[in-house]
């Protein structure tokens, strides 16, 4: 609990189905997933929603309504929404300046899927959208691709300071991402193998 691990492979290779394996979208044909030494158990329904309760994915494209932008981090109007938290999730994404310079602030529309904003700054509210669930399990899909290295370090290093301390599981392809990873795994052949995370960090000097 609490670390952060980075899936590498090449494109094609299986690193986005391992993810929904882990998630509990996809059964293995064989073996099994143990949390905490019990094995998910895809047919009870409650032990499945409890299970995903626990989980928030941030994808590379984030899904973004034509409502306001505290609506989207809150991830819905009918929802009991904590204006504070939302305000910190946004903080730590590094995306707060930008939304408090604008004229209605959390209240302006983002349009049809976010074609308002820029690639970075949906990344950064569907990042926000995820720390304002407090998730235990964080699933990053290249989710800071849009990212310059800069605000990608600090949001790396915000994220790994949210008072739930969640295990971040990292799919990138750029090595500066992997920097911020306490193990890096790659998939090749069908095998998953750990890989010397100082190797790569030597790759970015």
């Known amino acids: 609990k609490g670390e952060i691990i980075g899936i590498l492979g090449q494109t094609g290779c299986g690193k986005s189905t391992l993810q929904d394996i882990l998630i509990g979208l996809l059964k293995p044909k064989n073996g099994s997933i143990l949390i905490d030494g019990i094995p998910l158990d895809y047919e009870n329904e409650e032990f499945m929603r409890k299970w995903y309760s626990l989980i928030c994915h941030v994808p590379q494209s984030i899904y973004m309504s034509d409502d306001t932008i505290r609506n989207n981090i809150c991830a819905g109007k009918f929802k009991s929404q904590n204006l504070i938290n939302m305000k910190k999730a946004a903080k730590c994404a590094m995306i707060n300046d930008f939304i408090e310079k604008l004229p209605l602030g959390y209240e302006t529309r983002m349009g049809e899927n976010g074609i308002l904003l820029s690639g970075g700054q949906r990344q950064r509210i569907g990042i926000a959208r995820a720390i304002y669930n407090n998730p235990s399990i964080l699933f990053l899909d ?28 990292i799919i990138a392809h750029r090595l500066n991402t992997l920097k911020h990873c306490d193990n890096v795994y790659e998939i090749s052949n069908g095998e998953i193998n750990k890989v010397d995370l100082n190797y790569y960090i030597k790759n970015l000097e």
């Open 142 to 169: 290249e989710a800071t691709s849009a990212l310059d290295n800069k605000t990608e370090d600090k949001v790396m290093q915000n994220i790994r300071s949210i008072p739930s301390n969640p295990t971040i599981i």
